[in-house]
């Protein structure tokens, strides 16, 4: 269905807000700034600002739910004949060989991570996001499979993939947050990426392929 124009307005609404906020913090920091900071710059009252917010920390870590469901979304669209890890890695590597911002690949990134580093709520709440898409991704992967309940192999496969996905997410942070150029970061990445696919057992790799229908 087509976006209708009130839930556009919403939209833009919503990500004005959270761009003026991300940059307040990217120049004064993290719990400098305060709600009502954000809202008098964007023009908007403080209760719009928690009507599309609810936490502070939600509107620099915006795109959360898509970080949450992200290695769900990739195994859901899984091809036919490819497993679930297969899914991943392939996506993960479209990802780092086209330099994409969605991963930490673009100059400013060293700015967003110092934000970060100094604020304990930023932390906290990053580490609930890394919970919360492990769960997102065990509850798919017994979906998909069809694991009787109690059956702990999705919950184990779902940590080795979050494992890669997260160690990835971690070694670009740290050497762009070095200032190095994107596309060197990228190159060294995918070559990360094949050292921890080797690690990984045939189990693992083999494990939710997709069957033709």
């Known amino acids: ?15 004005r807000i959270s761009d003026i906020a991300t940059g ?4 004064h920091g993290f719990v400098t700034v305060t709600i009502a900071e954000i809202a008098d710059a964007a023009d908007v009252s403080v209760n719009t600002v928690y009507n599309y917010f609810p936490a ?5 870590l915006d795109r959360g739910g898509d970080v949450i ?3 769900s979304r990739y195994v859901r669209g899984r091809r036919d004949g490819e497993s679930a890890a ?7 590597r479209t990802d780092v060989e086209g330099v994409s911002p969605t991963i930490g690949l673009f100059p400013g990134w060293a700015d967003f991570m110092k934000v970060i580093t100094e604020a304990h709520a930023l932390r906290s709440r990053l580490w609930a996001i890394q919970q919360e898409a492990l769960d997102r991704l065990t509850k ?3 979906e998909e499979t069809g694991a009787a309940a109690g059956d702990p192999l999705p919950g184990l496969v779902a940590g080795q993939l979050s494992w ?6 971690a070694w670009i942070g740290d050497e762009m947050s070095k200032r190095r150029e994107p596309a060197e970061v990228s190159r060294e990445a995918l070559a990360l990426l094949d050292e921890m696919e080797d690690l990984l057992s045939g189990k ?10």
């Open 24 to 27: 307040l913090f990217l120049e």
């Open 164 to 169: 890669v996905h997260s160690t990835l997410m």
């Open 140 to 142: 798919t992967l017994a």
């Open 69 to 71: 469901d992200r290695l």
């Open 86 to 92: 297969d899914a991943v890695l392939r996506e993960l």
């Open 1 to 15: 269905m087509s976006e209708g124009l009130r839930e556009r307005k919403k939209r833009q609404t919503k990500q």
């Open 204 to 213: 693992v790799l083999n494990y939710a392929p997709r069957t033709a229908e």
């Open 56 to 60: 502070k920390e939600d509107l620099f």
